[in-house]
């Protein structure tokens, strides 16, 4: 279709195609085809002596009227919501190596200058994405449901919808937040205070629901509650406030290890508290600066590495099978004991080269 | 070309075309084509209708089959080096952001499993990028010689090749690493060390240069070296056996922040070092954790949203005006004054909510 038009200008390199580069590699059309395709199967001289050809002519495979015809672009779109917070450049990273393993690329979509990710469906369809991954970052239920109608598999990773409508892989933000209600209720701590990351997200949502759910149902009341939007500043005002406030409590759960780390920031250089002395402090994600000798945050875990190649598995299905029921996947992980905050004199065990939260007693989620 | 095609099989959505849109809209085809294309000019009401009955439809905005006749997809290849340093998120982030508001997206080039970024002319040409930026990474002189051949643009971040052959936007390596030098000079250190990044990276050198030479020009004499390769981990290392080793120095200038964050929680919680009684660190980039007050990292400051609206512009000349010569674009920086070294007693001026180098004489780079 398109060779008419090649044959006719020779003197812009561009215009050369795949005729003419099978000709001077004295192979067949499919081979050149084959040699540009990502994971196609082509002997490795044949390959070389076809890109010779090929960067010999100025040949541009052309990908993209292949993709006319594969109507496969190869392209996963990736929507990150904010890279401050250590997690999800690794995540990003992670899923990043996982795909072009595979053959794909990564195109990226972040927050605007008002700090929302503009992801309408024109836009996913202009760059035709072979599918989508929300990492970190909410969907409107429309775009989820125009997606669908449009054939694009969509896995939202460390997020899910109410409605289980989208397929996702997420950590175990009840268990763990219990965990966390669990193991700081047994090391002493009777005055109990939750910082909430955005409200809107379920990780935020599900990991107060596990933390409030735990404390009232063993008899502790409901803890003190502030705000830090999963934003470094944010938490820092918040904790400024509590402080301010008082009392201070003695033990702060914090939605994540971004905000965590800022309230530990504040608590030990603004206020002069001794961790865990005067206060314990806990995260979730254990990630990045966490782990510092600095912070030596007590976190529990969400395996990046886990999480991301589960991702992947359930994006490929979408992929290969088509459109099929969604589902959610629960990556569990540990607590991760470390002196941010105070010990239980029981339930830590020493695990390879970390300490973990196994208490001996497991009550079930409720 | 493709409408003969897409008439002859109803069933399947995705082959309904832009004439069909056009028609229920009651609109032109080409106002189909402009309600998809990124930054082209079409009026708000008009769009809204164009998009309802391209969603009645199920339509499928063709970007690819448009790309044919424009050749731009409006996609730009970003590799970028390793994101566990805070600086090359931030940095990507920022382009990301510059990048979308002129309606291009980021294709993501991350590191493979043995980690490096596996970036070949086959995959930039098949991915049909309009522009690449290098972000905290090199590239091989033969993909930046095919890149031109090709006629795609180039621009390094971050790092620049030895012979000026490509665009690039870096921080001012050399001068930036001369006022660490007369930093630590006129406060009275005398037993110097550099940390080493990536050997055959342009900052590392740079920075490395403009340290050493300054010291030499003074007579202080070459420092001592250790190598950190720009990571977390191995920078622990080199600090673990320089401080076994012994003497210790007591100036320590790594080549990034993420090896002198590194470095100080050695010193810090492995040898008991007093920061900055006992050894003074000071890092070049001034982002990320280097900035929290358990850090309070003195700095060479790299201003990442200059450097990125730099890079943007320079990326944007090269494809609206194709081939031009290259061109080096060096944005000044500060030393930003904290808490991890040991201040000269003159020559430190507050502006605004920060401390600054600022000596009397200012001697030129040599």
Known sequence: ????????????????????????????????????????????????????????????????????????????????????????????????????????QVLLFTPDQDGTVDLGIEKVLQFQVDGLVLCSTTMSSSLARECDNSGIPVVMFNRATNDSSVS???????????????????????????????EHTSTSREREHGFTSWLAQNGYGEPLRIVGNYEFEAARDAVRLMCKQGPIPDALFCANDHMALAALEVCRSE????????????????????????????????PIEIMTSETTRLLMDLIQRGTSSPRQVIVKGDLIVRNSAR???????RVETQYVWRPAVVRPAG
């Not at 070389?48 to 594969?70: C, D, E, H, V």
Request: aromatic share 8%; proline share 4%; charged share 20%.
């Open 168 to 198: 996702s892989v997420t950590g175990d933000n009840v268990n763990g937040a219990r965990a966390i209600a669990e193991f700081l209720a047994a090391s002493g701590h009777r005055r109990f205070c939750f910082m909430a990351g955005l």
């Open 271 to 302: 206020f002069g508290l001794r961790i865990p002395d005067d206060i314990s402090i806990v995260g979730f994600d254990d990630a990045g600066p966490a782990r510092w000798p600095s912070f030596s945050l007590t976190s529990y875990s969400q």
């Open 1 to 104: 279709m398109r060779r008419g038009q090649d044959a006719g200008d020779e003197r812009v390199s561009r215009e050369v195609n795949a005729t003419d580069v099978a000709k001077l590699a004295g192979v067949s059309q499919s081979a050149v085809s084959r040699a540009f395709t990502p994971g196609a199967s082509v002997a490795a001289a044949t390959r070389k002596r076809i890109l010779k050809a090929a960067r010999t002519l100025g040949y541009r495979p052309n990908l993209i009227a292949r993709s006319l015809i594969t109507r496969k672009s190869r392209v996963i779109g990736v929507a990150v919501g904010y890279l401050e917070n250590q997690f999800n450049p690794q995540a990003l990273q992670a899923l990043s190596r996982e795909l072009q393993a595979l053959g794909y």
């Open 343 to 349: 010990r239980p004199e029981v339930g830590v065990e």
